[in-house]
């Protein structure tokens, strides 16, 4: 299960974006997603082809994807010298998939702001250089270490070592490591260090209850400078509707009485699939009808293998079916009278709204 991260000023909204998405989840889906414990919680993905899937075989009992959503809190102007918390969101932000970077963009005098006043492309750059800071003395810790290595003559470690020079002038310039193009190589000999600016990143422009305004306008054009992604969401908003609608109808019909199609939860987790490139395919076996997300380029027995083990180790064929095809179609045998369903290979690489039943020895 991937985890995203929401980080950000104190008081931004992310605690309240937080129970928008898991008491959202709660409500939703009959079976107790919910808080965690205050700060980690798992939401079910909402996914409206795999309700239409479902409704093929309504005996069947469906079971979404899921999404781990951490409150981080403690991240404040001189948090990576040891202000507020400290460095405790360190660990936190070092264990997520992606970051969520909560903007706060509501007026409010009730509300203080870290700093007094409503500024978002400065409140960004503060979070932002905190992480940086964070990376520039893990990196260099880091190169302390191996430079006695290097010194030996040690070939991987002077292989690092002019890796890790490279990323400590770039980070110490202000420019975060997921913004460098390094290779798959460069990446996996940085896994260890885990380098928070490495992450991917979302904007989360946090607004009132009418929704987009100057301000997530400003978080949208920061975004787009760094060829990131964003999503408006009315936290406080979405949170009371979370609260008070009881099931996924009338959850609609609050959000559409506020011009809102999707619920935030919809809209961020569309968004962060995107951001960690995961495409989903579909099962149908036994008394379930489930979504899977996997990585773009997952081929069938790899896919497979999230499953179970034998779908990897001992398959033999995936029976692959287009999704929309197979809805057309109204069942899996018709399908097959039409002679539209795939027989796949080893190297066969899974796409986005594939239904899959694999064939193991
Ligand atoms: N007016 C207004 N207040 C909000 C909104 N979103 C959150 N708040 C309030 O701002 C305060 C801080 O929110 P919280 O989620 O705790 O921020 P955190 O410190 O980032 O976790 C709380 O009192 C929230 O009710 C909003 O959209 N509009
Ligand atoms: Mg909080």
Not at 66 to 91: C, H, M, P, R, Y
Request: charged content about 30%; hydrophobic content about 40%.
């Amino acid at each position: 299960m991937k985890s995203l991260g929401l980080v950000g000023l104190p008081n931004a909204g992310k605690s309240t974006i937080f129970n928008a998405l898991t008491s959202a989840g709660a409500k939703v889906e009959a079976y107790p997603f919910c808080t965690i414990d205050p700060h980690h919680g798992v939401a079910p993905v909402p996914d409206p082809r795999l309700d239409r899937l479902h409704s093929l075989f309504p005996d069947k009992k469906k079971v979404p994807a899921t999404i781990e959503v951490v409150d981080i809190a403690g991240l404040v102007k001189g948090a990576a010298q040891g202000e507020g918390l400290g460095n405790q969101f360190l660990s936190e932000i070092r264990g997520v998939d992606a970051i969520l970077h909560v903007v706060r963009c509501f007026e409010d005098p009730d509300v203080a702001h870290p700093t007094g006043t409503l500024d978002v492309r400065r409140d960004i750059e503060i979070v932002e250089t905190e992480l940086l800071l964070k990376d520039l003395e893990t990196l260099e810790r880091r190169r302390a270490h191996i430079k006695k290595l290097a010194q030996t003559g040690d070939k991987e470690a002077r292989k690092e070592l002019e890796l890790l020079e490279r990323l400590i002038q770039a980070v110490g310039a202000g420019t975060p490591i997921r913004a460098l193009g390094l290779s798959v190589d460069e990446l996996s000999r940085l896994k260890d260090l885990s380098p928070l600016t490495a992450k991917p990143v979302l904007y989360v422009a946090n607004t009132g209850d009418e929704g987009e305004n100057e301000h997530s306008r400003a978080v949208a054009e920061v975004a787009r400078e760094r060829g990131a992604g964003w999503v408006v969401i009315r936290g406080r908003l979405e949170a009371e509707v979370a609260e008070a609608a009881e099931g996924e109808e009338e959850r609609r019909a609050f959000l559409s009485e506020w011009g809102l199609a999707e619920s935030a939860l919809a809209r961020l987790a569309r968004a962060a699939y995107e951001l960690l490139d995961l495409v989903t395919f579909y099962t149908f076996e036994g008394p379930e009808v489930r979504a899977w997300p996997v990585r773009k380029g997952t081929t069938a027995p790899e896919a497979g293998g999230v499953i179970h083990s034998d779908f990897r180790d001992r398959f033999v064929l995936a029976e692959v079916m287009d999704l929309e095809e197979l809805l057309a179609a109204g069942s899996d045998k018709v399908l097959r009278e039409q002679g539209k369903i795939t027989r796949a290979g080893r190297d066969y690489l899974v796409r986005d709204g594939d239904v899959i039943h694999f064939i193991c020895a």
